[in-house]
């Protein structure tokens, strides 16, 4: 499954699992992009945390890995490279892919999107607020449980002071809290603006004293 991960949430990883499950897959290998070009106009935190944050997130589940392939590798990340190193490493293995509803709608703007469907077999998952469809083309498609979460949610929530128990595993929470990521992640882009003023509905540790006198 690959993915910018920035930061990797509980729809990823409900998304791999049940794809594991239903096609009886040995291993889901998670494979963070290096430099993901189609968002090349937003801001994306730095490589190595959002590998971090992905090792952390599947460490507990004995068939879930981490692959470094696409962050270790120059330059703009494509799917093609992707699926030719993961094969290079494992010649024997027979390659799924694993992609949400959005994802599988952008396909044909990838490149060398022909030439993908010989190195993997394709299976487009469900997510709320897209529409799967994959006409056209030899996918798999398989509805999973349904995880109202994005990236952008999480980063948002962050950026806004709100938390993101729950949306994604334990471990990044605390991950994001002691690199102190996303804090700064403004409300209508996705850039990392610095907030403009002090938002009133944040307390301050005075404003939570107790009243003398
Ligand atoms: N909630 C979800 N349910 C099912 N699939 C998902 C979900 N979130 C992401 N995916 C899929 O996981 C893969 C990696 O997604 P990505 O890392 O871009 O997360 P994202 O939440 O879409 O991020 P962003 O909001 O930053 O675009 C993509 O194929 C995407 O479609
Ligand atoms: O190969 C491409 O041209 C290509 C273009 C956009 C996205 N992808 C891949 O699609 C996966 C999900 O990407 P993203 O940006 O939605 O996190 C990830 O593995 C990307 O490398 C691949």
Redo the contacts with the bound molecule.
């Keep these: 499954?690959?993915?910018?991960?920035?930061p990797?949430?509980?729809?990823?990883l409900?998304?791999a699992s049940e794809v594991a499950s239903v096609f009886d897959l040995d291993e889901v290998v998670f494979v963070?992009?290096g430099q993901?070009w189609q968002?090349a106009d937003?801001d994306v935190t730095a490589a190595e945390h959002r590998y971090l944050m992905t090792v952390i997130a599947t460490a507990s589940n004995p068939s879930f890995t981490v692959s470094r392939v696409d962050i270790d590798r120059p330059g703009p990340t494509f799917t093609i490279d992707t699926l030719r190193d993961l094969k290079a490493e494992r010649p024997d293995a027979q390659l799924f892919f694993?992609?949400?509803?959005?994802?599988?709608a952008q396909i044909l703007t990838w490149k060398n999107a022909e030439e993908l469907w010989s190195l993997a077999h394709f299976i487009g998952?469900?997510?709320?607020g897209?529409e799967l469809d994959g006409r056209g083309r030899d996918v798999s498609l398989l509805e999973?449980p349904?995880?109202?979460?994005?990236?952008?949610?999480?980063?948002h929530r962050v950026g806004e002071g709100k938390p993101v128990w729950y949306l994604v595993p334990d471990g990044v929470v605390q991950y994001i809290a002691k690199h102190r990521l996303y804090r700064h992640v403004d409300q209508l882009g996705?850039g990392h603006a610095p907030p403009t003023a002090p938002r009133a509905h944040r307390h301050s540790p005075s404003s939570l004293q107790q009243p003398t006198g």
Aim: proline share 7%.
């Design positions: 499954m690959g993915g910018t991960f920035d990797i949430h509980h729809g990823h409900v998304a963070p992009t993901p968002k937003k694993i992609t949400g509803a959005d994802a599988m998952v469900t997510r709320p897209h999973v349904a995880m109202a979460i994005s990236s952008t949610d999480c980063r996705d």
